[in-house]
């Protein structure tokens, strides 16, 4: 898929696993909105892909040095050793031994290494016959990133979103910011159904449940046939032992999803605590069926097989 902005070409791809782009294009404009022409006048396209060959390459620039590409990259992710003399996770908002923040780990893509991987466009030698010597290596492209961090921070930048200015004294402060900043999307995008259930699942992390459940429930309002959703919620219901509420949910994620191994085999548990060992071996059977390669359903239903054995003699 591309994207006109200009004369820049946006190209994306979509990650896969569990990885994300945590920048997009428009963030990308705004970056190279505030920066003069003649530091970004040979840009002609940003590509987000996916080859951080596991998170060891943030982005890169082409052969020709007219084009850029910023990296797909896990959704928690410390960029601690990627620093350079000179840097502090502080600085971008995050903390030191822990995981970086969302908006933390955007700010320095876009901050650090948007910047640097522009640093290696800038021309150094002229008259140079080779690419190798014309243009700016790692050296030169770090000055160029710190260089321009340090001048678009020198003042503040009028932006709802807070990751175009150095981290604030609450930001830095923030016993939670990976909560906050969900919360600040959420405000941004109310009727986002991923975003609530992202923010169910942090709650439910935080073992924050009632929080958890309104946050799924809000999810689901939008967008009921979510399995993960159902899935999600069934599974809250049956922490809280509500059995017959949690087969409601898994029944109707494993309608949404019957070659899913996941919704079976929580019917099967869910039936399983109720007592009736029948259908919740049935389920189990089900699960190993739609995905024979997976062990751990095969694993319960040879538990199950064994159990029941035993229980009926």
Same mark, same amino acid.
């Given at each position: 898929?591309?994207?006109?902005?200009?004369?820049?070409?946006?190209?994306?791809?979509?990650?896969?696993?569990?990885?994300?782009?945590?920048?997009?294009?428009?963030?990308?404009?705004?970056? =190279?909105?505030?920066?003069?022409?003649?530091?970004?006048?040979?840009?002609?396209?940003?590509?987000?892909?996916?080859?951080?060959? !596991? !998170?060891?390459? =943030?982005?890169?620039?082409?052969?020709?040095?007219?084009?850029? +590409?910023?990296?797909? $990259? /896990?959704?928690?992710?410390?960029? @601690?050793?990627?620093?350079?003399?000179?840097?502090?996770?502080?600085?971008?908002?995050?903390?030191?031994?822990?995981?970086?923040? /969302?908006?933390?780990?955007?700010?320095?893509?876009?901050?650090?290494?948007?910047?640097?991987?522009?640093?290696?466009?800038?021309?150094?030698?002229? &008259?140079?016959?080779?690419?190798?010597?014309?243009? +700016?290596?790692?050296?030169?492209?770090?000055?160029?990133? @710190?260089?321009?961090? #340090?001048?678009?921070?020198?003042? /503040?930048?009028?932006? +709802?979103?807070?990751?175009?200015?150095?981290?604030?004294?609450?930001?830095?402060?923030?016993?939670?910011?990976? $909560?906050?900043?969900?919360?600040?999307?959420?405000?941004?995008?109310?009727?986002?159904?991923?975003?609530?259930? #992202?923010?169910?699942?942090?709650?439910?992390?935080?073992?924050?449940?009632?929080?958890?459940?309104?946050?799924?429930? &809000?999810?689901?309002?939008?967008?009921?046939?979510?399995?993960?959703?159902?899935?999600? =919620?069934?599974?809250?219901?049956?922490?809280?032992?509500?059995?017959?509420?949690?087969?409601?949910?898994?029944?109707?994620?494993?309608?949404?999803?019957?070659?899913?191994?996941?919704?079976?085999?929580?019917?099967?548990?869910?039936?399983?605590?109720?007592?009736?060992? @029948?259908? !919740?071996?049935?389920?189990?059977?089900?699960?190993?069926?739609?995905?024979?390669?997976?062990?751990?359903?095969?694993?319960?239903?040879?538990?199950?097989?064994?159990? &029941?054995?035993?229980?009926?003699?």
């Amino acid at each position: 898929m591309q994207k006109a902005a200009g004369n820049i070409r946006f190209s994306v791809l979509a990650p896969g696993c569990d990885r994300v782009h945590h920048i997009g294009a428009d963030d990308v404009r705004i970056v =190279l909105s505030r920066l003069p022409i003649e530091a970004k006048d040979r840009l002609r396209a940003v590509h987000f892909n996916d080859r951080s060959r !596991g !998170g060891r390459i =943030l982005g890169y620039v082409n052969r020709g040095r007219r084009e850029i +590409a910023l990296c797909a $990259l /896990p959704p928690r992710i410390s960029f @601690t050793r990627a620093l350079v003399r000179g840097q502090s996770p502080q600085q971008f908002g995050a903390t030191r031994g822990r995981q970086w923040p /969302p908006l933390a780990i955007r700010r320095f893509m876009l901050y650090d290494v948007l910047l640097h991987e522009l640093g290696h466009l800038q021309i150094i030698d002229e &008259k140079a016959t080779s690419i190798r010597r014309k243009f +700016a290596h790692e050296t030169r492209a770090e000055q160029f990133a @710190t260089h321009w961090c #340090k001048s678009l921070w020198s003042e /503040p930048f009028e932006h +709802a979103d807070p990751v175009h200015n150095p981290p604030s004294k609450a930001e830095l402060s923030d016993p939670d910011p990976e $909560l906050t900043e969900m919360l600040r999307l959420i405000g941004i995008r109310p009727d986002d159904a991923d975003l609530h259930q #992202k923010l169910g699942k942090a709650y439910s992390d935080r073992r924050l449940r009632e929080n958890a459940r309104i946050a799924f429930e &809000k999810s689901l309002v939008l967008d009921p046939d979510n399995p993960w959703t159902n899935l999600y =919620l069934g599974n809250w219901h049956y922490k809280g032992e509500n059995n017959l509420e949690a087969i409601r949910f898994f029944l109707h994620a494993a309608e949404i999803v019957p070659d899913r191994a996941i919704a079976w085999k929580c019917l099967g548990d869910a039936y399983w605590r109720d007592g009736d060992r @029948t259908t !919740g071996l049935a389920h189990y059977r089900k699960a190993v069926e739609v995905e024979p390669k997976d062990k751990s359903v095969r694993r319960i239903l040879r538990s199950a097989i064994l159990f &029941k054995s035993a229980d009926s003699s």
